[in-house]
Nanobody
Framework: QVQLVESGGGSVQAGGSLRLSCAPS????????MGWFRQVPGKDRELVAA?????????YADSVKGRFTISRDNAAMNTEYLQMNSLKPEDTAVYYC????????????????????WGQGTQVTVSS
């Protein structure tokens, strides 16, 4: 069974940092585009950052540009990371990693409907 297993969430004060990891199990994700989404109660899931299967192309939501960095280690079972610095209370959400098994070449995948594998979510709470 294919799974995406997230780790690294938690509670931090504003200005702090967290690093989320997402490790696939059950198969390799070597040609999968990957992304991180977040969701708060009552709102739609939003894309935070996305990365192409080679890692050569990335996308960031305006709200996290300059603070978050997405990366992947294709030599380590295609583990995906989200380094989050200068965290703000408005970054509080459940964060989900996702994988798209049918990307369009080496492009990022900006839409939730493009992803066919999802992690279980990890809570990130930033206090002021």
């Amino acid at each position: 069974q294919v799974q995406l297993v997230e780790s690294g969430g938690g509670s931090v004060q504003a200005g702090g940092s967290l690093r989320l990891s997402c490790a696939p199990s059950g198969r390799t994700f070597s040609h999968f585009a990957m992304g991180w989404f977040r969701q708060v109660p009552g709102k739609d899931r939003e894309l935070v950052a996305a990365i192409s299967w080679t890692g050569g192309n990335t996308y960031y939501a305006d709200s996290v540009k300059g603070r978050f960095t997405i990366s992947r280690d294709n030599a380590a079972m295609n583990t995906e990371y989200l380094q989050m610095n200068s965290l703000k209370p408005e970054d509080t959400a459940v964060y989900y990693c996702a994988a798209n098994s049918r990307p369009n070449g080496d492009s990022v995948s900006p839409l939730p409907d493009e992803y066919n594998f999802w992690g279980q979510g990890t809570q990130v709470t930033v206090s002021s």
